[in-house]
């Protein structure tokens, strides 16, 4: 991997989820490409394992911290840090919140995760329409990728599937190129048919 240097184009994004998966594999990815990371997970372990990796790729400081999003005081605790650091991500302005293909379309097999993927996107369209002007909030479909999940809903056919590495170098493109004109869309990164094959 070549190693990034800061540039005035770098920004600071956040990354909540950053210990594993897709959030570990875009935080390497936009790390590499010189920007700041801010990432927080409930895993000190995999956080430590993670700022290991990101100190020896990148020149820049990344800030990883310790918080349980599923707890209100935590998330405030958080934003308290971030700002009284002067760490508030230059992607807002833009919002990206994760969502799936289950929550534009129904299965059966799987309506608490489809409920969960419908309110990403409800939530997303509705907190869009009343942003100030200059920022947005998307729902990003990131397609069939080769992670733990996929692994526990279709066994070894997962690794016909990109691998989160791979997925990160289209999506951290896809999230560095979205503007206020992307405000309340639905968008997918990767074709969910397309192979890690193609």
């Not at 875009?26 to 895993?43: K, N, P, V, Y």
């Not at 707890?71 to 605790?77: D, G, M, S």
Request: proline letters at 4%.
């Amino acid at each position: 991997m070549a190693e990034a240097t800061p540039s005035e184009s770098s920004r600071k994004v956040l990354i909540s989820g950053v210990s594993k998966g897709l959030g570990r594999a875009l935080a390497l990815e936009l790390a590499d490409r010189g920007h700041t990371i801010i990432g927080c997970s409930r895993d000190q372990t995999k956080l430590d394992s993670l700022q290991a990796e990101l100190s020896k790729t990148s020149l820049n400081n990344h800030f990883l911290f310790k918080v349980d999003v599923r707890c209100n005081k935590n998330v405030q605790e958080f934003a308290q840090i971030v700002a009284k650091n002067k760490l508030v991500p230059d992607i807002l302005g833009i919002i990206v919140n994760m969502s799936s293909g289950a929550g534009r379309s129904a299965h059966e097999d799987f309506a608490p995760y489809c409920s969960s993927k419908w309110a990403v996107e409800g939530l997303s369209k509705c907190i869009g329409k009343g942003l100030p002007k200059g920022m947005a909030i998307v729902a990003l479909n990131p397609g069939s990728i080769n992670t733990d999940m996929l692994v526990l809903c279709c066994g070894d056919l997962a690794a016909q599937y990109l691998s989160p590495q791979k997925w990160a170098i289209k999506a951290a493109t896809m999230i560095l190129n979205l503007t206020s004109k992307d405000n309340g869309e639905s968008l997918t990164v990767n074709n969910p048919s397309e192979l890690s094959a193609a």
